[in-house]
């Protein structure tokens, strides 16, 4: 006789609790490698269902086998990550949703700060900041750096003496997450009159939804890119009013 499952309220909150951990779980991970990494332990566990389906023995042990070790796999694999989440989670605040509009007043001033004294010096300097789309491929592929955002720090990082200057910034939230990053060139007919950084600044806008301002080396002019356009040769207070668009309109 077929038994129709009537789900409880419990089996309910049950799957959606479920649901909301893995999709946040992907997202953390999303732009990063260990994104990857999932796919293939996904993976694995879906030829051992089917190994186990049509009664493949012999091949079904070696898959469980890899079954009974995947959680210390996924410790060593993910060691960074984790350790991303337990920082992230020490840091969180109740209701730091109504300090977000200050974190980023704050942001915005020291970056124009910076900037200033960057231009009156007549360095060059790229700066990246993530917005929703991860940008963890490419901050991997830097210098770590993981420290709170601040005008001297900026300064002393785009100094052509500092070891750090070649490369972009890429600033995460309040926090430099990574310097000397490399990052896509843009393809677009327009870019082939700029430079690699300025190339560099507007590649990144064409693949995410971060912002990149740049300042150049050789003019001193600053620019900045968002969504695949670049506006060239902009003042400080011109910038600040850009940033303020993008950034204190987040929720």
């Known amino acids: 006789m077929l038994t ?14 479920v649901a909301i951990l893995i999709y946040y779980f992907l997202k953390f991970l999303q732009g990063s490698r260990a994104l990857k990494m999932v796919y293939a332990l996904i993976f ?18 070696i898959i469980n086998s890899l079954k009974a070790v995947w959680v210390i796999l996924f410790i060593i694999l993910f060691q960074p990550e984790i350790r991303n989440v337990l920082t992230r989670f020490g840091r969180y605040k109740i209701f730091s949703f109504l300090l977000k509009n200050e974190e980023n007043k704050y942001l915005i001033d020291e970056i124009t700060k910076a900037l200033k004294e960057i231009k009156e010096k007549k360095w060059g300097a790229l700066i990246v900041l993530e917005r929703e789309i991860g ?23 785009f100094s052509p003496d500092s070891p750090l200057h070649d490369g972009a910034c ?51 002019k600053i620019s900045f890119a968002y969504r695949g356009n670049i506006k060239y040769d902009i ?10 668009k993008i950034l204190m309109k987040e929720k």
């Open 4 to 17: 129709i499952f009537k789900p409880t309220i419990t089996d309910i909150l049950d799957i959606t609790l």
């Open 44 to 61: 694995i566990f879906i030829i051992s269902y089917l190994a186990q389906l049509l009664g493949l023995k012999a091949f079904g042990l």
């Open 235 to 244: 003042s400080l207070l011109e910038l600040k009013n850009e940033l303020n």
């Open 135 to 157: 940008l963890k491929e490419y901050i991997e592929n830097g210098i770590p750096i993981s420290a709170k955002v601040s005008s001297p720090l900026l300064v002393s990082i």
């Open 170 to 220: 890429i600033i995460s939230g309040d926090q430099i997450a990574a310097c000397g990053v490399a990052l896509p060139l843009s393809e677009n007919k327009f870019s082939s009159f700029f430079g690699m950084r300025h190339r560099a600044g507007i590649g990144i806008t064409e693949i995410s939804d971060a912002c990149a301002i740049i300042l150049s080396e050789t003019t001193s």
